[in-house]
């Protein structure tokens, strides 16, 4: 499939320029290969691409620019680029789009000499001012690391003539960098952890995958503490004895730092890392290892699907279920449809790791489509956390206050036993509703439709839409009344005041995504509680993912009914899987946990479910429901966003959608809508929605793309279709 193409002869060339095609050139003297790396001139600039093939041959030879460069990197393998081609064409993306995502390596295309980069110095800065000491401050946050300038610059806020300042007293370091060091060699046959008799099982059917060297899925599901970590690192062992490459995807950056220590226990030595929290000069060197194939285990987000791997032999999808994985900006992608898809084209395995699978990889077991492995017993000794409901309809609780008299019991008595207890409510902030008591209005974002949220750590008001904050205002925005703004409902925030209130000794620690302003810091709050720093942990779902709390034996869920109101398909398995996950948060080591779950409604079906612990059950009704109503897994879904600052253009372009559908009635779907978006309008534009409901076997995407393309959008008016959207907002 490779091809070599001889020097002067013209090749294709796929550049990220946002053009929806590959552009022709001349090979360079010496001849290109198919994948290489190169730089092209596009009219006045110089841009990056890759060799794609044989050219379109619809200019003569001699008209063709020359490639002007190959970098000096390994080509993309032909498994990469086939998988580019099927992910854009999966995923409705441009082509030129998907290859941006392959090339997020900092610094690619610059020649190695204008590499700086900048550290800590030894030196104290000649004179000091505040943007002087952000940068050192900066930098003292995160020692050993070294930082492009723009970045150092945008981290400490400062302008990078700032950084530059503070070189020549040497507070600053400033160095060229130095090559990229190899990764440390992982070494698969060191001994791991004993495994348990169901863990060896799974691990040598995955271990017998990974040396097939063909294409597969194996669903690996295990209770939160059953030992899965351990199982799929067997796979990873089989992947580095064989050759292979291996990459682990997290949900979240805050888990990395525990299953570092992990990777390094089992292997000797760290893995390379790829994500939002590694510096520039990191990811660079992830990248490039990556591409010669000598980083062989790479630990990453969702983004790290699109590195340029040589011989990829496993993918483990962590916590596969994770909403996370579903990139909701710029290009709409799952992660563990991707890592699926990837695979295929690689003939690799992968792993879809998970205590409570998602429907859509619990259908494909059912249907053969995937393996599957179930670990039953817990690690150790410790045994499931006992559930149970708190009636709130028969417990007193004064206004303004969310804690029941039952579970305010439950945290003493572990307070008592130097225990940790968790509170957990899924809502960032101290509350979701700010209302005027004069004139009865709720604090709205004026750029969207949604309630402003208070932040009162902050002291600000935030829209949860498009991140606009402003001051908590003195005086009532809609009738000018001072000092009548009530907070309403409680936030994590609030939860946290009452639990201080309740239990003025305790040491409380909070966990909510907003208030960490890095990932490193994230991390480092989490290990500190891990180690016994904080009696009473208030949190939102970031402490479902698999945090591992040794000392937490309670669980207390403020609003297990929150889920449950939405009208989302999904509400219903979202809800099922928040709950056991926060309630397996309960009791590892070795003491047993508690789950109380307050609730309105003990006797809804799902919070029954949860309670009965058949999740087999739950996942069975769910399906026969989902497959009566046509709906994913069952059918296919694609959801069509129009926005545009005028809310009449935008319907206008949906009612045109709307009136044309012959492509999709040609594959047998159907439409819905429009209608305006459950949330009309974000940032100042409106938006309205169509729904596309499709069955199953219907090739949704060429259809789907035949009815856009008939319609030719305004000048203001932006289109973005998700397929298999997983949020309908
Ligand atoms: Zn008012
Ligand atoms: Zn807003």
């Known amino acids: 499939m490779s091809h070599f193409h001889a020097p002067g002869t013209p090749v294709a060339v796929l550049t990220t320029q946002p053009l929806d095609r590959a552009l022709d050139y001349r090979a360079p003297a010496g001849g290109i290969e198919d994948g290489a790396y190169v730089e092209v001139p596009l009219g006045p600039r110089k841009v990056l691409g890759v060799v794609w093939g044989k050219a379109a041959g619809d200019w003569p030879v001699e008209k063709l620019r020359p490639i002007l460069r190959i970098l000096p990197v390994p080509p993309m393998s032909d498994a990469f680029r086939d998988f580019?081609?099927?992910?854009?064409?999966?995923?409705?993306?441009?082509?030129?789009?998907?290859?941006?995502?392959?090339?997020?390596?900092?610094?690619?295309?610059?020649?190695?000499?204008?590499?700086?980069?900048?550290?800590?110095?030894?030196?104290?800065?000649?004179?000091?001012?505040?943007?002087?000491?952000?940068?050192?401050?900066?930098?003292?946050e995160r020692p050993g690391d070294v930082f492009a300038l723009s970045e150092l610059a945008d981290m400490a806020s400062v302008s990078t003539g700032v950084v530059k300042g503070l070189v020549k007293s040497g507070a600053v370091l400033e160095q060229d960098t130095p090559r990229d060091a190899d990764y440390p060699t992982l070494d698969p046959d060191r001994a791991g952890k004993a495994l348990a008799e169901d863990q060896m099982v799974a691990a040598s059917a995955l271990r017998a995958s990974v040396r097939s060297d063909t294409y597969g899925t194996t669903l690996l599901k295990g209770v939160t503490g059953s030992g899965k970590t351990e199982v799929y690192l067997e796979a990873v062992a089989e992947a580095l004895a064989g050759g292979l490459q291996a990459l682990v995807l997290l949900p979240e950056i805050a888990l990395t730092g525990e299953f570092l220590h992990r990777v390094e226990a089992r292997f000797g030595a760290r893995p390379a890392e790829w994500h939002s929290g590694v510096t520039q000069a990191e990811r660079r060197r992830c990248w490039s290892k990556v591409a010669t194939g000598q980083a062989r285990l790479v630990v990453g987000a969702r983004s790290s699907l699109f590195l340029p791997f040589q011989n990829l032999g496993l993918i483990v999808v962590d916590e596969e279920h994770d909403t996370s994985y579903k990139q909701e900006d710029g290009v709409l992608y799952s992660a563990r449809d991707m890592a699926v898809l990837r695979a295929s084209c690689e003939a690799a395995q992968v792993v879809l790791a998970t205590a409570t699978p998602s429907l859509e990889s619990w259908a494909n077991a059912e249907l053969?489509?995937?393996?599957?492995?179930?670990?039953?017993?817990?690690?150790?000794?410790?045994?499931?956390?006992?559930?149970?409901?708190?009636?709130?309809?028969?417990?007193?609780?004064?206004?303004?206050?969310?804690?029941s008299p039952t579970l305010k019991q439950a945290i003493e008595a572990r307070i008592i036993a130097g225990e940790q207890s968790l509170i957990f409510l899924n809502r960032r902030g101290y509350a979701p509703v700010t209302l005027c008591r004069a004139c009865g209005q709720q604090v709205a974002c004026h750029q969207c439709d949604a309630r402003m949220v208070e932040h009162r750590f902050q002291k600000r008001l935030m829209c949860h839409q498009c991140g606009e904050t402003a001051p908590m205002p003195p005086a009532c925005p809609s009738c000018g009344v001072e000092g009548k703004l009530a907070a309403v409902g409680p936030g994590v925030e609030r939860m946290a005041e009452e639990v201080a209130t309740l239990f003025p000794e305790a040491r409380v620690a909070i966990l909510s995504s907003d208030l960490f302003g890095s990932a490193r810091s994230l991390k480092a709050k989490v290990e500190e509680i891990a180690q016994g720093g904080a009696d009473i942990i208030v949190g939102t779902q970031l402490v479902a993912k698999g945090h591992n709390f040794p000392k937490l034996t309670l669980v207390g869920v403020i609003d297990a009914d929150l889920g449950l109101q939405g009208s989302d398909l999904r509400a219903a398995e979202r809800t099922f899987q928040l709950m056991r996950q926060v309630s397996g948060r309960a009791g590892r080591a070795d003491k047993p946990g508690v789950a109380l779950l307050q609730t309105y409604q003990p006797e809804h079906p799902v919070i029954r479910a949860i309670l009965s612990g058949d999740e087999e059950a739950f996942l069975r009704e769910e399906a026969d429901q989902r497959r009566a109503a046509g709906v994913p897994p069952y059918g296919r879904m694609a959801g069509i966003v129009i926005s545009d600052p005028d809310g009449a253009v935008a319907f206008d372009v949906g009612n045109a959608l709307a009136r044309n559908t012959q492509p999709l009635d040609q594959v047998g779907a159907e439409v819905f809508g429009p209608a305006p978006a459950p949330i009309a309008r974000i940032r100042g534009r409106h938006r309205v929605r169509l729904l596309v409901k499709a069955p199953r076997q219907a090739p949704i995407q060429p259809a789907l793309a035949e009815w856009v393309a008939?319609?030719?959008?305004?000048?203001?008016?932006r289109l973005s279709i998700d397929i298999d959207p997983q949020s309908f907002l």
């Open 368 to 403: 053969g489509k995937y393996k599957r492995l179930d670990l039953t017993s817990r690690f150790g000794e410790a045994v499931l956390p006992k559930l149970s409901t708190i009636d709130m309809r028969d417990e007193k609780v004064p206004g303004g206050r969310w804690i």
């Open 710 to 717: 008939r319609i030719t959008l305004p000048r203001s008016t």
């Open 84 to 140: 580019t081609e099927r992910a854009a064409a999966y995923t409705l993306t441009s082509l030129s789009a998907m290859l941006r995502l392959g090339l997020r390596a900092p610094g690619l295309g610059e020649a190695p000499g204008k590499r700086r980069v900048y550290a800590l110095g030894t030196g104290e800065p000649d004179r000091a001012t505040e943007a002087r000491t952000r940068v050192i401050a900066a930098l003292r």
